[in-house]
């Protein structure tokens, strides 16, 4: 979309949300990689017992499925992040941005941080026309 509209600060503005995704986004990958420990010391572990009395179903969820699940879940929130940075700095899917700011409010207190920016700022009216959207109306205009 057109950025013409946008002033020197929110142009600035918007491309700092964009770092500040990316490296939330990076961050979360490298911590979802700490779960590759479990879940390889798991395998490892489990691959010498006897599988025979059935007593590892415990163990295997403790360290293998739950790790994985949560290796899963920050990959795709990572994902997710990068996606949003990459909207964001081509001024594309504001609503998608948005709800990104406000799912990255769970990533204390960076994420925290970050939701609350990427609202404050996709929230102007010189921002929502740069991305394709109309302005809000004022108080005053507001019949």
Known sequence: MSSTSLSARDRGQLELLAVGHYLLGGLLTAGGGLALIPIVTGLWLHAGTDTAHGSTALFDI??????LLALLLLWALAAWLFLAGVNISRHTRPTFCRITGFASLLCVPLGTVLGVLT???LDRPSVRTAFGKAPRPTAEEVP
């Open 62 to 67: 403790y360290f293998v499925l739950y790790p």
């Open 119 to 121: 609202v404050v700022v």
